[in-house]
């Protein structure tokens, strides 16, 4: 009989957890914490009753419980079962931050950047066939290439971030133009955006760039909408298995960021993801 404990970002902030990285970031502080403190019991990573459930949308008022864990969707876990025990980990919600502070990419502080990679390959693991679109894309799109990956946040980030920022699409492109000019052995972009607009913009700029194509973008929502429903990707309904989708999109987009030579974007949970995943980044660039 196995004991387990149970991770979930759901004692931070409204109970619904929020984007991909700023769960991902709050279950790995608990994590860390796991680990450091010697508990001997194995931990699970839990995202259910958040908004990556397919049926879960409190701006709607579907709020019950659901048994579906997405996260193991996309990642190895330890399967619980009946004979099991489990319990939700003691991590005080009021001390989220501490380990990891949500305003930081962590690329000027190796030591506790190490400290954050360290934990997070030993125990998180994406699946395999997820892998293996990543190293497709890489083989196909950057292999030989010198990259700036480029992540434009854009859409909801402005009202509810402005502490990172007020940034429009052609920030972006100005800025990248001086990283080009400052490293010219620079031969591909990659565009990561969640609004569309943006990546015509931008590949308007830059005709030889790249960006993963037919996933996740804002299309036709309104401002209005997305900043009242400011985790608009989660709950969308415009296609099936959209929180699946959506998580493996993000997960793909950013182990390719990590890849490559160069980062710029503002302060956002995937650039941080970036940083988090890096394998080959030489500097990393904030608007």
């Not at 099991?84 to 506790?112: C, K, M, R, V, W």
């Not at 892998?131 to 196909?140: A, E, H, L, T």
């Not at 609004?195 to 401002?223: H, L, Q």
């Not at 960021?257 to 956002?268: A, E, I, N, T, V």
Request: proline share 4%; aromatic share 14%.
């Amino acid at each position: 009989m196995g004991k387990f404990s149970i991770i979930s970002p759901t004692k931070h902030g409204w109970n619904y957890g929020y984007g991909f990285f700023s769960n991902y970031r709050i279950c790995l502080e608990e994590l860390i914490s796991h680990h450091e403190s010697g508990n001997d019991e194995t931990p699970y990573i839990s995202w259910a009753n958040t908004t990556w459930v397919e049926s879960i949308n409190p701006f709607e008022g579907k709020t019950e419980s659901s048994d579906i864990n997405p996260f193991d969707l996309w990642f190895e876990q330890p399967t619980i079962t009946s004979g099991d025990t489990s319990t939700l980990n003691n991590y005080p919600s009021s001390i989220y931050g501490t380990l990891i502070d949500h305003a930081q990419h962590y690329f000027d502080n190796p030591t506790e950047l190490k400290r954050q990679q360290t934990i997070d390959n030993l125990y998180i693991k994406p699946k395999q066939y997820i892998v293996d679109k990543i190293d497709k894309i890489y083989k196909d799109e950057f292999e030989g290439h010198t990259v700036l990956a480029l992540m434009a946040r854009g859409t909801e980030y402005n009202l509810h971030h402005p502490m990172y920022g007020v940034f429009g699409v052609q920030d972006y492109i100005n800025e990248v133009k001086k990283i080009l000019e400052e490293n010219k052995e620079i031969t591909k972009i990659f565009i990561v955006s969640e609004d569309t607009e943006y990546i015509v913009a931008i590949s308007k700029a830059f005709p030889d760039a790249y960006f993963v194509p037919d996933v996740f973008r804002r299309t036709d929502e309104t401002m209005e909408y997305m900043n009242r429903v400011h985790c608009w990707p989660n709950v969308s309904n415009k296609r099936e298995n959209n929180c699946r989708l959506l998580g493996e999109e993000v997960i793909i987009q950013t182990k390719l960021m990590g890849k490559c030579d160069y980062l710029f974007g503002r302060l956002s949970g995937v650039l941080a993801g970036a940083v988090l995943w890096n394998e080959n980044i030489k500097k990393v660039y904030k608007i």
